[in-house]
């Protein structure tokens, strides 16, 4: 046979009509063969869920998801009755049967609350209760199209390799995008010129939000004409935006204070509680801190997570299944020695992490500080059996660290 008349020995195309044609001992095989046939190994080969399994997700009503969550995420109260509700409503309108014309659109979420507030752990353990893929991204990485940077499109790629390249798998998991807020726009109008991190990259992720048929890199990475693409559908996909939103305490404190001049005002009913203003946000606020209406209009949930205060932090220290206090008795069982912290040394902790401003992330640096020197000698003393951590012991090995690169201004 001569070169110019072989043809892909599956699809009978010749060597004009491919972009490659591999040899083997009988035949040729072209790329586009060998793509398919790698996908279809991947579907068949994938430990992920059967397609009986795919049909429908159980979901727990919403008060059985925020029992769920109270075992994890200590405090929230609100922010985790608002989540559980869309939950279940999103997950319902997947496993819906009836088709009677009216269709229920998807219930995005947008969390707004300070850092170590807990929002990348309630949207974590969400996906851990429903057992389905999860995936957390990073808003600030993604540009526009055709600037350095990463495609919008990519979110979806690290969606499916976590769902092991099961494409319907992936279409019913939960992406998490993280700092959400640093893509807005500067000013409150529509920028005349291009701001291709930040207004640009609101504009590519209408079409993921809203639901759509996405053409998505399987290994990420920019597009090109070359390339195998994989077509996932969005439709079913649950996206929870999260944000700390720096600066729009002001924006809401501005609203409030225009409400409440006038006359008729009644001053009881509209006392504002001034520790905690994102408890008041509106659509308005966002669109006045700098996102797009579009973009707004796809996150209908809003789920504003408060500062955490005294009590809260010293809850978390003990109470959660995966709590610091249980996390380092662990690790010192490996060891076969006993941990324990005396009271006020939890107290302690807690006293230094309001200090520092940064929230249960707080918690771990400070603790980290006081345990590190017992982490680095113990596991060499087999002699040692038991470690009880006092307030002396605490605030001396504390007192040895820089913490005041912990500060936030």
Do not use: W
């Not at 979901?59 to 922010?79: C, S």
């Not at 494409?167 to 109008?189: Q, T």
């Amino acid at each position: 046979m001569k070169k110019k008349d072989v043809k892909c020995s599956f699809c009978g195309k010749g060597k004009d009509e491919t972009l490659l044609l591999i040899a083997g001992i009988e035949g040729y095989i072209c790329d586009k063969c060998v793509g398919q046939t790698q996908q279809i190994l991947q579907k068949e080969m994938s430990p992920g869920k059967t397609d009986d399994d795919l049909k429908s997700i159980k979901v727990l009503k919403p008060i059985e998801i925020n029992d769920f969550l109270n075992e994890h995420v200590i405090g929230q109260d609100f922010a985790k009755k608002v989540i559980a509700v869309a939950v279940y409503n999103h997950y319902k309108r997947i496993n819906q049967n009836i088709d009677d014309g009216v269709e229920l659109e998807k219930s995005n979420i947008i969390m707004l609350g300070e850092t170590g507030t807990g929002k990348t752990l309630i949207a974590r353990t969400i996906a851990k209760m429903l057992e389905v893929p999860f995936c957390i991204v990073d808003a600030t990485v993604f540009t526009e199209a055709g600037y350095v940077g990463e495609d919008v499109e990519s979110i979806l790629s690290r969606l499916l390799q976590v769902a092991d390249y099961n494409v319907e798998l992936a279409e019913r998991g939960i992406v998490y995008i993280d700092e959400i807020d640093k893509i807005a726009r500067k000013l409150d109008n529509p920028s005349i010129t291009r701001d291709v991190s930040g207004e640009g990259v609101q504009q590519a992720l209408l079409k993921l939000l809203e639901g759509s048929d996405v053409l998505v890199p399987p290994q990420g990475g920019r597009k090109h004409p070359e390339q195998q693409l994989t077509k996932i559908n969005t439709n079913n996909i649950l996206f929870i935006c999260g944000g700390a939103f720096d600066g729009i305490n002001k924006v809401i404190a501005k609203r409030l204070q225009t409400q409440v001049i006038g006359y008729g005002v009644h001053k009881e009913k509209d006392k504002i509680d001034e520790e905690n203003y994102l408890q008041y946000v509106t659509p308005l606020d966002l669109k006045s801190f700098g996102l797009i209406p579009e973009l707004i209009g796809r996150l209908p949930v809003i789920a504003p997570v408060n500062p955490l205060k005294r009590d809260t932090l010293r809850k978390i220290l003990t109470l959660p299944k995966n709590s610091l206090v249980k996390q380092y008795q662990k690790l010192f069982k490996y060891e076969d020695i006993v941990l324990t912290f005396d009271e006020e040394v939890l107290d302690y902790i807690v006293e230094k992490a309001l200090e520092f401003k940064l929230g249960a992330r707080g918690l771990r640096a400070i603790c980290e500080a006081i345990m590190t020197d017992a982490m680095f000698e113990l596991p060499s003393e087999s002699r040692v059996k038991t470690l009880k951590v006092d307030l002396e012991y605490a605030t001396t090995k504390l007192s040895r660290i820089d913490t005041t690169k912990l500060k936030v201004a």
